[in-house]
């Protein structure tokens, strides 16, 4: 039932209720059963690699610890604005001449600021569902909260 099922254009008279889920809502690109046939195969997947930890716990592997925050930062911002903002970096170019990704620059943001965001691909999804003239919220307000203290410093 591939061709009823992954076929873009072919989602007449669909066998099984679907759910139309907002992770990514792109039908020029993705049927809704992709959505629900990843969700399986990550789950098989997590099960896989959770069987295989507890199976080094019985064996005496030692138990790894989250890594520390070493730099004293602390983010205290929401965890959307960080994602926004590590999206942002990722997507500039500036770091490893445009070679880095998302993942890596989120993982870092996680290290340097001792928090785990997790979800990042569901936020911004979130982030790019936002009405056209806000979708960058937290960029905006950095800007003009740079541009008010520059205005302070220079007198105005």
């Not at 990514?24 to 969700?39: E, K, V």
């Not at 993942?103 to 569902?129: A, C, D, N, S």
Request: glycine content about 8%; proline content about 3%.
């Amino acid at each position: 039932m591939d061709t009823r099922l992954f076929v873009r254009g072919k989602c007449t008279e669909l066998p099984f209720h679907y759910s139309a889920s907002l992770i990514d809502t792109d039908t020029r690109f993705t049927t809704h059963y992709d959505y629900i046939l990843a969700r399986f195969q990550a789950n098989e997947r997590l099960r896989e690699y959770l069987l295989t930890e507890i199976a080094k716990l019985k064996d005496g592997y030692p138990v790894l610890q989250p890594p520390c925050n070493r730099t004293g930062l602390r983010w205290t911002g929401s965890k959307v604005h960080l994602t926004e903002l590590a999206y942002a970096l990722a997507a500039s170019g500036q770091i490893n001449s445009g070679t880095v990704g998302v993942q890596e620059v989120t993982g870092r943001l996680e290290e340097l600021f001792g928090v785990k965001l997790g979800g990042v691909y569901r936020t911004y999804q979130e982030i790019r569902q936002r009405k056209r003239d806000s979708r960058t919220k937290f960029l905006d307000l950095m800007k003009e909260n740079l541009l008010r203290r520059m205005d302070e410093l220079d007198g105005a």
